[in-house]
């Protein structure tokens, strides 16, 4: 990781400052897993052994940590994102794509949230993050779409949305597992082609 100096160059971090950051990225997947993303950035510090001081010039503000959190799970979601591209069933692949979505964004409470405003806003810390996830999903409704088992007009921006949406109605019902696979299974149903063509006229009663 690098700093950027006052004249616009950039130079390596130190090795304490990579400490500290390392420390503070810990400490921040632990307290929000434990309080959620809105959890007291002091508490972070304290754990961390740091000032806040510290956190902030790691951290400028909450989202550049939640970014900084999600962006390491994001990785992941890219590289099976690539997998999936390959995969036979197109329509199964995104779906799949989706639920890993789902699973990331409600691995700590509030990202689901954050994630659906940093979705509309491109000054947010987490747009940069959320970019290449659009461009993934978009190829995998590519496919899905050129074999004709989703809708021409779907949308990469929201499904997006709808998986975020499920991610929180998720967080809000933790005591009910399934809702999630319901929820995008709806979904799903809600994306397929209507294959039968309705008919001109009201069929008549008999």
């Not at 999936?84 to 779906?95: D, F, N, S, V, Y």
Request: with cysteine; charged share 25%; net charge neutral.
């Amino acid at each position: 990781m690098a700093t950027s100096t006052a004249a616009g160059t950039v130079r390596p971090m130190r090795a304490d400052a990579r400490r500290n950051y390392a420390r503070l990225l810990t400490e921040a997947r632990t307290v929000f897993a434990e309080q959620g993303t809105d959890a007291s950035l002091e508490e972070i510090a304290r754990r961390s052994g740091v000032g806040i001081g510290t956190l902030y010039r790691h951290f400028p503000n909450r989202q550049a940590m939640v970014n900084a959190v999600f962006q390491e799970g994001a990785g992941a979601l890219l590289e099976r994102s690539r997998e999936l591209a390959r995969a036979e069933r197109p329509c199964a692949a995104l779906m799949e794509w989706l639920r890993a979505l789902i699973t990331h964004a409600g691995e700590y409470r509030g990202v689901s949230r954050a994630l659906m405003s940093a979705s509309q806003d491109r000054s947010s810390a987490l747009w940069p993050c959320c970019v290449p996830l659009y461009e993934a999903g978009d190829l995998l409704l590519a496919r899905a779409r050129e074999a004709g088992a989703v809708r021409d007009e779907v949308a990469i921006g929201d499904l997006m949305q709808l998986t975020n949406a499920i991610a929180l109605a998720s967080e809000q019902t933790p005591d009910d597992p399934d809702l999630p696979d319901r929820l995008l299974n709806l979904t799903l149903r809600g994306l397929r082609p209507d294959l039968r063509p309705a008919p001109e006229h009201p069929a008549p009663h008999t």
